[in-house]
């Protein structure tokens, strides 16, 4: 997993002494950094988007950072990459999650305690599978067939859409002999 500290990006880009996140101006240049940045990232990395520093992050500005970064990552523009949120505190987490809900998006975050949670939307049954796979952390679709007592495409049907949302990576691995795919937590 790669850290990208936002503060510093913050620093690095607006110069402006602040260390919160406001206006839809200053989101489109923190997140114009970050899209060069991914675009130097290997394939299957885990980019950790911090914001232990930030003080605020209003909703334009989330809606231009977070939400546009998810919408473009879902779209195949950064390749298989993968984005997490970490170190948010309750009023990041409110403003983010508004702008991700407004656009039918979600995102795998991480508070300043280190709760793992799902911001945005998405669908009970998806969030039913993704909540097995943070327990579990690894898992095949026969495995979560067998223990959800799902139907063998049912089972792999949501893996992959967790999947194509970027809410869990994928691995192709064999096992005794059979290739198969490996569903794991960020």
Known sequence: ????????????????????????RSGQIIRERIERDIQQEGERTVIALDFSAIGIIDYSCADEII??????????????????????????????????????????????????????NLNNYLKETLAFIE??????????????????NTSGTRLLNLHKKRLVKRADESREGVRVWVYERL
Do not use: C, H, P, W
């Open 135 to 152: 327990e579990n952390r690894r898992v095949t679709a026969k495995e979560f067939s067998d223990a959800m007592k799902l139907e063998a």
């Open 1 to 24: 997993m790669n850290t990208y500290d936002l503060y510093r990006l913050l620093k690095d880009e607006l110069k402006n002494g602040s260390s919160d996140l406001v206006t839809r």
């Open 67 to 120: 939400a546009k970064l998810i919408s473009r990552l879902l779209s195949g523009e950064y390749g298989d990459r993968y984005i997490i949120l970490t170190g948010l505190n309750e009023n990041q987490k409110e403003n983010i999650e508004v702008a991700l809900e407004r656009k039918d998006l979600a995102v795998m975050a991480e508070t300043r305690d280190g709760e793992r949670l799902l911001l945005g």
